[in-house]
């Protein structure tokens, strides 16, 4: 079955640096990868996704790349604010006959952004 | 817009006890996941329906763990006899399977088992 794997598990920026979290999933047949904010004692939220038809995609201060060939996604968060530090998950899941998908989660990346 | 509802947010039980959480999932939306998030294992698929169907119960644990969906507005997971290793933050998560992959989650319920 389909595997991800989130790398750093911990990141650590100061406020208005850049910060790059990436992912690596194992099926080559998964097309839709999203990506998950969760705050300290809130419910998981989409910030941003991507399908294996584009290879960036861009919302202000957030981006995500897709490398099908290498079988990895980034995200990107730029000018980075003390609003961004959270949890961060990564997902991979390929559209089942029916249209129903089977969201599998990377790990998680822990953002602390500092003043 | 009401989003996906869980109930309750808070349980604690004593060992052995059985426990049952509760879940509406967003007005139209025709898939229903069970996920649990612990520290340890982070955030796992317990089980999925589409269009009130058990589609994949991979992800429940042991037979202590049961789910069911008599509707397409309600589920229920239900824990019987708890055990200490149970306690996690249960969410439900719904979608409209076919026009969007997007998972929508409800606010949890934290389950602490003494």
């Known amino acids: 079955g389909e595997n991800v794997e989130q790398h750093p598990s911990t990141l650590s920026v100061q406020e208005g640096d850049s910060a790059v979290i990436k992912c690596t999933y194992s099926?080559?047949?998964?097309?839709?990868f999203p990506w998950y904010k969760q705050e300290l004692g809130k419910r998981p939220q989409l910030i941003i996704d991507?399908?294996?038809?584009?290879g960036e995609k861009k919302d202000q201060r957030i981006a995500v790349t897709l490398n099908k060939t290498a079988k990895h996604f980034s995200l990107h968060i730029t000018e980075t604010q003390p609003e961004d530090s959270a949890v961060y998950f990564c997902?991979?899941?390929?559209?089942?006959?029916?249209?129903?998908?089977?969201?599998?989660f990377g790990a998680g990346t822990r953002l602390a952004v500092h003043p | 817009d009401a989003g996906v509802i869980q109930s309750p947010r808070h349980e604690v039980t004593e060992m052995g006890q059985e426990v049952t959480l509760r879940c509406k999932p967003i007005?139209?939306?025709?898939?229903l996941f069970w996920y649990r998030q612990t520290m340890m294992r982070g955030l796992e698929l317990l089980i999925y329906?589409?269009?009130?169907?058990?589609?994949?119960d991979s992800g429940m644990p042991e037979d202590r763990f049961s789910a069911k969906m008599p509707n397409a507005s309600f589920s229920t997971l239900k824990i019987q006899p708890s055990e200490p290793r149970d306690s996690a933050v249960y969410f439900c998560?719904?979608?409209?399977?076919?026009?969007?992959?997007?998972?929508?989650f409800g606010p949890g319920t934290r389950l602490t088992v003494l």
């Open positions: 991507i399908r294996s038809n584009v």
């Open positions: 007005s139209g939306h025709n898939s």
């Open positions: 997902a991979a899941s390929k559209a089942f006959s029916g249209g129903y998908n089977k969201l599998i």
């Open positions: 998560a719904s979608s409209l399977a076919g026009l969007s992959d997007t998972q929508y």
């Open positions: 099926d080559s047949a998964s097309n839709y």
């Open positions: 329906f589409n269009n009130n169907v058990p589609i994949d």
